[in-house]
């Protein structure tokens, strides 16, 4: 499958394109190419040093998303917006996943969603009909996911209106060893779902444990 | 400790009684006086039949305040209001442990916090000063707690603003074998944990996975 993955030179994004490189062909997006690429040259090293063959390439996030079956949208909620825009052109029956989080900072972070309810309801108003959009990835370790060699255990909440591109985004969530897709309902709850990510990092600051992910027991 | 916990009937009261009552003093309050009671046998016949001795009364909410250090709401959001007004002559410098959580059902479950952003703040607007309110155990299993045959491997999550207050509610996790108290943040950080509580109800839902609660990993 052809995967874009827009952020992808940062955060969980980084930890999406090494663990998919093996299995899929992975385009790193970015609003700039040297950037894109400078993050490609080190993903591939690092997947060629424990031996892994992959197929990766940087690119603009418009090239990246033209190239792609599945694009990953993971830059931060302020970029969401203008994001879109430079990628809709470009945007066909694509399989969108939002990792996306508005939350802001006092200290300890807040989940803050905007008048839709959540990232993912605002989102799909602003993608072009077709585009079957998918939330999930909010709840993983972007530094666990990140750490090739660090095997996980973790459960991935995914919410979504179609049911095809939930399956999708399931079978990718599966192609990473120790991650386990959820079902957690249509995309209208994806709220429940994103305002995980601030609470890990608190949970983190007050904790003193790092890297957390969640898991349902 | 004297803990009274409101809405003691039933769901997570019901575990929360059972897993105390070996430790401490519960008294299990209910708006009417024969359900507390008959609640009280039956928690009471449950832990002698498992050989354990419990200290455990039935009471109408606002004897079991007036009694209690520790106070539990774990009555419907809807009643919240209602309740606290019974109880509210008997407040004096309890400590009130918050479960509530605003939902509304679609199907699916959806988190509907209040305007003040979540249910713990709202309550802490309702209750006189010198109360400490902490909000917790949205996370957890009702089901998997009352079964006290059931080894417990969860984290509670907590939130307040008082630190003394946040410590005894976190002793008090800690005095139930297999739960893990977790310091999530100050009150306004509650939207973040009591949307787990939907959360974890649509994902036993779509999974087929019952009686779900969180692990931090």
């Given at each position: 499958m052809k995967i874009a993955i827009l952020g992808?030179?940062?955060?969980?994004g980084e930890g999406l394109a090494l663990r998919w490189a093996v299995k899929h062909e992975v385009f790193v997006g970015s609003r700039k190419l040297e950037k894109a690429l400078a993050s490609t040259d080190k993903y591939r090293k690092i997947l060629e040093e424990s031996g892994d063959t992959c197929t990766i390439t940087g690119c603009v996030n418009p090239d990246a998303v033209d190239r792609a079956d599945v694009v990953v949208l993971s830059v931060p909620y302020e970029h969401v917006s203008s994001t879109i825009e430079t990628i809709k052109p470009y945007l066909r029956d694509q399989i969108i996943i939002s990792i996306v989080v508005p939350m802001k900072k006092n200290g300890h972070f807040l989940y803050a969603p905007p008048e839709s309810g959540c990232a993912a309801m605002e989102i799909q108003g602003l993608l072009p009909e077709g585009v079957k959009l998918v939330s999930a990835f909010?709840?993983?370790s972007a530094k666990k996911l990140a750490d090739i060699n660090n095997k996980l255990d973790m459960d991935v909440f995914i919410c979504g209106d179609n049911e095809e591109a939930n399956n999708v985004v399931s079978d990718l969530v599966k192609d990473i060893p120790g991650l386990n897709p959820m079902m957690a309902g249509?995309?209208?709850?994806s709220c429940m779902v994103e305002s995980i990510t601030p609470l890990l990092v608190n949970l983190a600051k007050f904790?003193?444990?790092?890297h957390l992910g969640i898991k349902s027991v």
């Open positions: 992808g030179t940062g955060s969980i909010h709840n993983v249509p995309l209208e709850v904790t003193k444990k790092k």
